[in-house]
């Protein structure tokens, strides 16, 4: 009888006396995003993705020049500093990184060729986690049939060369509606997507294989959580790791592909006209 009233009154005791937690509950995603901003290299790499996007998203404002206009009697010019070339040319102070070969000013295409860089580095990888993510969730979950048949499938994806299948692909359907789709640039996403999913689709698989059997997750299944839920809200997240050091790898793996294809004429479309100091559609795919 002494220890039931001595449990009635610790169950019972007041609210205010309960000791209160050194931390305030948080979420995954919101952990995450603290040590992310606690890391100084993490935060420089952060400001300087964000910039490019800015100078992408108004490269028509901060552009000197036409990027696409010939400089009559002008030919190719070295950087502004550059008091003389090899070739004999001074730099001009109207042309701050100088002029190509056929007089078109280097620092306008730059800041124009940041908006097909900025779309081709973070599209393509966009939808390749999405894909990747959920094979890889689903088939290290469920396992079984599923698992085997799910990875049987990327491994025949993952058979094909990526740089022959690019190449195939743009040359097969770069004259269709589907090539012509956006200058050339839902071509090119589907190029770089289709079989690049399968290095996250691995990586989640394995990810998932070893999480699925802690005790956090038993947990989750004993109080009623559904597999979506446990999928979703406690694998996924803890799974995050690895894939952000791959979406670090893989932006500017997609960069150089395009710059690949593009050297081998089978990138997006050259744009015919830009009508500097407006917001034009054409700015956006321009491949310049």
């Known amino acids: 009888m002494i220890r039931t009233a001595e449990a009635k009154s610790t169950i019972t005791q007041p609210r205010d006396e309960v000791a209160d937690l050194p931390y305030p509950s948080t979420s995954l995603w919101r952990d995450a995003w603290r040590r992310l901003i606690r890391n100084k290299a993490a935060v420089a790499g952060m400001i300087i993705i964000i910039l490019f996007i800015f100078i992408a998203a108004f490269a028509s404002e901060l552009a000197p020049h036409n990027p696409l206009q010939i400089n009559d009697g002008m030919g190719y010019l070295p950087p502004a500093w550059v008091e003389k070339s090899i070739s004999g040319q001074s730099g001009h102070p109207r042309f701050l990184l100088g002029t190509d070969t056929i007089g078109r000013d280097v620092l306008s295409r730059v800041i124009y060729g940041a908006r097909v860089s900025m779309i081709v580095g973070l599209t393509p990888v966009a939808i390749i986690l999405v894909i990747g993510s959920a094979i890889g969730l689903l088939s290290g979950y469920v396992g079984g049939r599923t698992d085997n048949i799910l990875m049987r499938i990327t491994d025949v994806f993952y058979a094909f060369p990526n740089l022959l299948l690019y190449v195939i692909l743009?040359?097969?359907?770069?004259?269709?509606?589907?090539?012509?789709?956006?200058?050339?640039?839902?071509?090119?996403?589907?190029?770089?997507?289709?079989?690049?999913?399968?290095?996250?689709?691995?990586?989640?698989?394995?990810?998932?294989?070893?999480?699925?059997?802690?005790?956090?997750?038993?947990?989750?299944?004993?109080?009623?959580?559904?597999?979506?839920?446990?999928?979703?809200?406690?694998?996924?997240?803890?799974?995050?790791?690895?894939?952000?050091?791959?979406?670090?790898?893989?932006?500017?793996?997609?960069?150089?592909?395009?710059?690949?294809?593009?050297?081998?004429?089978?990138?997006?479309?050259?744009?015919?006209?830009?009508?500097?100091?407006?917001?034009?559609?054409?700015?956006?795919?321009?491949?310049?």
């Open 170 to 288: 743009m040359v097969t359907l770069r004259d269709t509606a589907i090539g012509r789709l956006f200058n050339g640039l839902f071509l090119l996403f589907v190029a770089l997507a289709l079989v690049s999913w399968v290095g996250v689709a691995r990586l989640v698989r394995s990810s998932v294989l070893s999480l699925k059997e802690k005790e956090f997750i038993e947990a989750a299944r004993c109080v009623g959580a559904s597999d979506k839920r446990i999928m979703t809200r406690h694998i996924l997240p803890n799974s995050l790791s690895p894939i952000i050091v791959w979406m670090a790898l893989a932006i500017p793996g997609m960069i150089i592909a395009e710059a690949i294809l593009g050297y081998l004429g089978l990138g997006l479309r050259p744009a015919a006209d830009i009508d500097h100091g407006e917001f034009h559609y054409d700015l956006i795919f321009c491949p310049l």
